[in-house]
């Protein structure tokens, strides 16, 4: 059960800050080019790049640029694979400041849905209690809230909101 006395987010985000985080996010989502989507089967098959690949193929495109010339075969684009690199390098550095986001607004998100849910315990509880004394308006609520309380954690009871 929550700590009912410390209350870490009490906020609520204001629709123009809404408005302002989703059109940032609609931006990065605009500079990055539109046929970079792929498929779960894509996902499986495409390679992945760690440290070490990553430095064989910057080793592999100083070499070429180097030594290429007459021994590399026509379609090999050294400057699409210098891009390559660079636009990896820089997806990355997003990547790793987008994943430091998501993981803050989860974060936020058990908060508040920790302290939302503990507060609702106790509700409950005090709406059962006073129905248990005979406090006549409680037994409605508990009559409402009691199908749900009780099946928690297996999705029957009243319908959730699915979009929280």
Do not use: W
């Not at 609702?120 to 248990?132: K, L, S």
Request: with cysteine; glycine share 6%; proline share 3%.
């Amino acid at each position: 059960m929550s700590n009912l006395s410390e209350n870490r987010i009490n906020v609520v985000i204001t629709p123009a800050d809404i408005t302002a985080i989703n059109t940032s996010v609609n931006t990065i989502l605009s500079k990055i080019p539109a046929n970079t989507t792929l498929t779960d089967e894509q996902r499986l098959s495409y390679n992945a790049i760690n440290v070490a690949n990553k430095v064989f193929a910057e080793d592999c495109l100083i070499e070429a640029q180097l030594n290429g010339a007459g021994i590399l075969p026509g379609f090999v684009s050294l400057p699409n694979m210098q891009n390559d690199l660079t636009v990896f390098d820089q997806l990355d550095q997003m990547e790793s400041a987008l994943n430091n986001a998501l993981q803050r607004i989860a974060d936020a998100k058990r908060i508040a849905g920790h302290e939302a849910y503990g507060q609702a315990n106790v509700i409950y509880n005090a709406f059962r209690t006073a129905n248990d004394s005979g406090i006549a308006n409680a037994k409605a609520s508990v009559d409402k809230l009691k199908p749900r309380y009780e099946a928690q954690g297996n999705g029957t009871g009243r319908n959730a909101n699915n979009t929280i």
